[in-house]
């Protein structure tokens, strides 16, 4: 079966980080463009960051760049977003998908930055 399964979210401070991972298969994970998207609660789902099938080039949110890095290692079908200098307004259900592709959105993985 086709999927993506998101992990690594949690609470953390501000100011804080952490690292999201997104697991894909079922299909050939190095043909893709992957992103990440974040749904905050009572905001529509938006664009976190992008990274092109063999990681050669990105791209950010303007409220983001600086401070997460997307990256992928296509050999483990894994793609990353690593979060520096959390804020709180970075709250939000986080979920990977493969551009072109129609697999659906998983159940993302909650990430929580609170004092």
């Known amino acids: 079966q086709v999927q993506l399964v998101e992990s690594g979210g949690g609470l953390v401070q501000p100011g804080g980080s952490l690292i999201l991972s997104c697991a894909g298969s079922?299909?050939?994970?190095?043909?893709?463009?992957m992103s990440w998207y974040r749904q905050a609660p009572g905001k529509e789902r938006e664009l976190v960051a992008g990274i092109s099938s063999a990681g050669g080039s990105t791209n950010y949110a303007d409220s983001v760049k600086g401070r997460f890095t997307i990256s992928r290692v296509n050999a483990k079908n894994i793609v990353y977003l690593q979060m520096n200098s959390l804020k709180p307004e970075d709250t939000a259900v986080y979920y990977c998908?493969?551009?072109?592709?129609?697999?659906?959105w998983g159940q993302g993985t909650q990430v929580t930055v609170s004092s």
């Open positions: 998908k493969a551009e072109g592709r129609t697999i659906g």
């Open positions: 079922g299909f050939t994970f190095s043909r893709y463009r």
